[in-house]
Structure formats: structure tokens, C-alpha cells
């Protein structure tokens, strides 16, 4: 695709969680209201994922399977921001990325086994040690996507939190280099100082009325 080519202003928009997330996050539902009441004729989808890394991706691609390449987007906020940059590799849509993985199947490895879900402790789900070989797989296949595609500003939207608490900003850095990137002096994994930036998200975006 030709980076210089005008895109259409986006029509469907897919938000992806972090690992132990969901839909209620507070990133999600700030994006979800900010679409919603200014922008009600966006198909707007945040499913929940599954932990299965494989499983999530699937379930993405067969949920947006009939979008339009040249008017979908997606975000994606930690372990959800590879899957953004995984996804919008293979459909060639606009995606933008929230403090994301970048090395998830190195970072996930100690957490194989019983885990809660952050917004329910109540709610517990397996992080089997097959799903780190699942993120092993899908990172090997965004390494050729990449590399093919290079991503450019009017592709790629990134902010990253230098007081990120889990993730490493510089590898971030280097995960998001070639699209737009802010670095967040400060903040943190949650990018609690979101509302701050959600305009310069919506710029990038563009929504359809």
C-alpha cells in the first residue's frame, strides 16, 4: 500500500485489551464513550479475549472479517497492542498502540497458570504454557510482516510511558519506531493521564462522522 495515498476516514474500529483486562477497562470504556457520543455511525467492537493468544487473534479476525481495509482500525493497550500491531500487519488497517507488548511470550512465561481477572478477582481463567508457544508464533510471523511493511505515521499511532511499571519504554520505543510516537515522560502501564491524549488518538483516527 502506498503510505502517501489518502485513506478513507474510518468507518469500524476495534479495541483490543491487556492480558488479565476486558472490555471495562478504563481506556476501553473512555474510547468507547468519545466514539459513541460523537461519532454513532462507527461500528465500534471490544470483544472480550480469550487467554489463548491464538484463540484472541482468531476470534478478532472472524469478528472483522467482512470490515473495509481502507476505513478499519484498531487499538490495542499492552498485551492488546501486539495483538493491534499483529492484526493490523495482516489487514493492512490503521492501528494504534497503548503502552504495548512487545516481548509477550518472555514477559507471560512466568504467569503460567491460575489467574484472576483484574476488573473481577472473582473471575479466574488457565494461562496454559502452550499460549506462550502461541505468542512465540506470532511474534516470529510479525517479524516478516514488518519487515515487508514498515510502518509509517499515517499507519501507526503509539504512546509510551517512560514510568511504565512493567514494560520497558525503550523496547516499546523500538517496537512503535516509523509510526507517530509520544513518549510520556512519566505516567504509567495504565497511562493513567489518558484523557490527555485522547484527542490526539481521535486525530489520528479520523472518524467518520
Given at each position: 500500500?502506498?503510505?502517501?495515498?489518502?485513506?478513507?476516514?474510518?468507518?469500524?474500529?476495534?479495541?483490543?485489551?491487556?492480558?488479565?483486562?476486558?472490555?471495562?477497562?478504563?481506556?476501553?470504556?473512555?474510547?468507547?464513550?468519545?466514539?459513541?457520543?460523537?461519532?454513532?455511525?462507527?461500528?465500534w467492537l471490544c470483544p472480550q479475549l480469550?487467554?489463548?493468544?491464538?484463540?484472541?487473534?482468531?476470534?478478532?479476525?472472524?469478528?472483522?472479517?467482512?470490515?473495509?481495509?481502507?476505513?478499519?482500525?484498531?487499538?490495542?493497550?499492552?498485551?492488546?497492542?501486539?495483538?493491534?500491531?499483529?492484526?493490523?500487519?495482516?489487514?493492512?488497517?490503521?492501528?494504534?498502540?497503548?503502552?504495548?507488548?512487545?516481548?509477550?511470550?518472555?514477559d507471560l512465561a512466568r504467569y503460567i497458570?491460575?489467574?484472576?481477572?483484574?476488573?473481577?478477582?472473582?473471575?479466574?481463567?488457565?494461562?496454559?504454557?502452550?499460549?506462550?508457544?502461541?505468542?512465540?508464533?506470532?511474534?516470529?510471523?510479525?517479524?516478516?510482516?514488518?519487515?515487508?511493511?514498515?510502518?509509517?505515521?499515517?499507519?501507526?499511532?503509539?504512546?509510551?510511558?517512560?514510568?511504565?511499571?512493567?514494560?520497558?519504554?525503550?523496547?516499546?520505543?523500538?517496537?512503535?519506531?516509523?509510526?507517530?510516537?509520544?513518549?510520556?515522560?512519566?505516567s504509567d502501564h495504565a497511562i493513567t493521564?489518558?484523557?490527555?491524549?485522547?484527542?490526539?488518538?481521535?486525530?489520528?483516527?479520523?472518524?467518520?462522522?
Amino acid at each position: 500500500m502506498n503510505p502517501l495515498k489518502p485513506r478513507h476516514k474510518t468507518t469500524h474500529l476495534l479495541y483490543l485489551h491487556g492480558f488479565r483486562s476486558s472490555p471495562r477497562s478504563t481506556k476501553a470504556r473512555l474510547v468507547a464513550e468519545r466514539v459513541q457520543g460523537g461519532h454513532p455511525g462507527v461500528v465500534w467492537l471490544c470483544p472480550q479475549l480469550p487467554p489463548s493468544p491464538a484463540a484472541a487473534i482468531a476470534l478478532a479476525q472472524e469478528a472483522t472479517q467482512a470490515w473495509p481495509a481502507d476505513s478499519s482500525a484498531v487499538i490495542g493497550s499492552s498485551l492488546g497492542g501486539f495483538y493491534a500491531r499483529y492484526l493490523g500487519l495482516c489487514r493492512r488497517w490503521k492501528r494504534a498502540l497503548l503502552n504495548p507488548a512487545v516481548y509477550p511470550a518472555r514477559d507471560l512465561a512466568r504467569y503460567i497458570g491460575e489467574q484472576t481477572a483484574w476488573h473481577d478477582p472473582q473471575e479466574r481463567f488457565f494461562f496454559g504454557p502452550d499460549f506462550v508457544d502461541e505468542l512465540r508464533q506470532l511474534e516470529t510471523d510479525m517479524d516478516r510482516m514488518a519487515a515487508h511493511e514498515p510502518a509509517t505515521p499515517a499507519m501507526q499511532f503509539a504512546l509510551i510511558a517512560q514510568g511504565d511499571e512493567v514494560l520497558d519504554w525503550r523496547e516499546m520505543r523500538g517496537f512503535c519506531a516509523g509510526g507517530q510516537l509520544t513518549v510520556l515522560p512519566g505516567s504509567d502501564h495504565a497511562i493513567t493521564d489518558f484523557p490527555e491524549h485522547l484527542d490526539a488518538l481521535m486525530d489520528f483516527l479520523g472518524l467518520a462522522g
